[in-house]
């Protein structure tokens, strides 16, 4: 008795590589219809009804070698395209979780800590009246410089020296900015420490520690008469930021979109309010002394009244810095986590935010 060996291989769905002890073969589709082609040019068609045990099977040979090619390059192709779309499936559900993950996550990230003491106290890059760190470097290379056998054979002697002596003339005003820097900063922070509420937007606009969430679309505005807190208002664009169509992949790894419910499409839109709030009090207080963050969020809303849109205040929130650091903010849930604060917000799971009022502080 004859022994015959046969293995198969799934490379994509639906895609099946077998191969025999005599022949290779590429198998498309599944249950009911199936196409096959060998390595020797023949063609297999299999139609069937699943459950029935009927089937119909036509097949085809094709006797000449560029046939036999041609034919086993279209399968090939077809396995490509195959794989491609799955690539693509794939890669479109991983964006569109990463995006759902990201508006929730948003507080997580926050700048460094600024320590305004530390840099009050620091010390200057040099003493006044004295030389600067690249000043000196620059001189010992004037003094040490040896001049090439051919700076004397084209006498050149004088202008190498006088490159090295432009060279030290500019590392002392490199020097010199640096020690106004220097000064400036600790100027600065004696301004805060002292709460200077002009030093504190002065800080704010020049570090602008919340330059990064402008991808979210969402605009800020500062202000405060009292240097123990500050006031943000900022605008919630949902555009673009929270997604419309669910995307997932079938089992046979075809990308499935379909409209995004409305409990989850809301859901979203509160988290990614809270998780921005959560992050604009987390950078104030890294940046500056604050004891107090209040922070107002507003939403572009049409007013079927007057068929105009209008700016309306949906979370109006005090968070005070105590509170928020005995948060475990990696595992809370951030509209959850309004509840920890003096707030308004009116919710609702099917119609999203609702108007409210600023919170009377």
Not at 79 to 94: G, L, W
Not at 105 to 126: A, G, M, R, T
Not at 139 to 162: A, G, M, S
Request: aromatic share 10%.
């Amino acid at each position: 008795m004859g022994l015959r060996f046969r293995k198969s291989l799934k490379i994509a769905p639906g895609v099946r590589l077998n191969v025999g002890s005599k022949s290779t073969s590429i198998s498309i589709g599944g249950k009911g219809l199936r196409y096959n082609v060998n390595s020797r040019g023949r063609s297999t068609t299999t139609v069937g009804i699943p459950g029935t045990g009927l089937s119909y099977t036509s097949s085809k040979n094709y006797k000449t070698k560029a046939y036999q090619t041609k034919n086993n390059l279209q399968s090939q192709q077809r396995a490509i395209k195959q794989a491609q779309e799955r690539e693509q499936a794939q890669y479109e559900v991983a964006v569109f979780e990463n995006q759902c993950e990201l508006v929730k996550s948003i507080h997580k990230e926050c700048d460094d800590y600024v320590d305004w003491h530390n840099i009050l106290n620091s010390q200057p890059p040099y003493q006044l009246g004295g030389i600067g760190r690249r000043e000196l470097e620059a001189k010992k290379k004037y003094e040490n410089h040896k001049l090439k056998f051919t700076d004397w054979l084209f006498k050149r002697e004088e202008k190498v020296y006088n490159q090295l002596a432009k060279e030290i003339e500019a590392a002392k005003e490199e020097d010199r900015e640096e020690y106004a820097e220097w000064e400036n900063t600790v100027s600065i922070s004696e301004e805060v420490l002292n709460g200077n509420i002009d030093a504190y937007l002065s800080v704010i606009e020049e570090m602008n520690p919340l330059e990064d969430l402008s991808e979210f679309g969402s605009g800020f505005e500062f202000s405060t008469n009292d240097p123990s807190y500050i006031e943000v208002e900022f605008d919630a664009h949902f555009k673009n930021v929270i997604p419309t169509e669910e995307k997932r992949l079938t089992q046979t790894g075809k990308l499935s979109s379909k409209q995004m419910t409305k409990t989850r499409y809301f859901d979203l839109q509160q988290d990614y309010v809270c998780s921005c709030t959560i992050r604009i009090a987390r950078d104030l207080f890294a940046l500056l002394p604050l004891k107090t963050v209040i922070i107002h969020a507003y939403e572009e809303k049409l007013n079927t009244a007057t068929g105009y849109n209008e700016r309306v205040l949906i979370l109006s929130v005090k968070i005070e810095r105590d509170i928020l650091n005995s948060l475990d903010l990696d595992n809370i849930d951030c509209s959850d986590s309004m509840a920890n604060f003096y707030h308004n917000m009116q919710f609702k799971k099917t119609k999203g935010f609702e108007s409210v009022d600023k919170c009377s502080f």
